[in-house]
């Protein structure tokens, strides 16, 4: 069974720097892709980047330039480094994997984090 691990949350101050690390544990044919995602309260869930199956990055408008994804395939794990931050990218920040275990597969599996806290004061 795959799932995530979320780590590297937490309160920092503004214009300061977190890396979140997101580890994947069970055995998978195929990575679609495998990414962020942060939802605050009250507000949808939505994509902050993600790097697809040909290991390209894909970053949400809010997210470029300041965020930057990258994973180490040998310890199957995706990290996010968040830069210049500021109070505007408070959320709970969620791991997530889209995946095949089979290659005659028709239908795509996805697993999600537990989520980890972001939080950014002034």
């Known amino acids: 069974q795959v799932q995530l691990e979320e780590s590297g949350g937490g309160l920092v101050q503004a214009g300061g720097s977190l890396r979140l690390s997101c580890a994947r544990s069970g055995r998978v044919f195929q990575i679609n892709a495998m990414g962020w995602y942060r939802q605050a309260p009250g507000k949808q869930r939505e994509l902050v980047a993600y790097?697809?199956?040909?290991?390209?990055?894909n970053d949400a408008d809010s997210a470029r330039g300041r965020f930057t994804i990258s994973r180490d395939n040998a310890k199957n794990t995706v990290y996010l480094q968040m830069n210049s931050l500021n109070t505007a990218v408070t959320s709970i920040y969620y791991c997530?994997?889209?995946?095949?275990?089979?290659?005659?597969?028709?239908?795509?599996?996805?697993?999600w984090g537990q989520g980890t806290q972001v939080t950014v004061s002034s």
């Open positions: 997530y994997v889209d995946f095949l275990t089979d290659p005659r597969e028709v239908r795509a599996g996805s697993s």
């Open positions: 790097i697809d199956a040909g290991g390209v990055s």
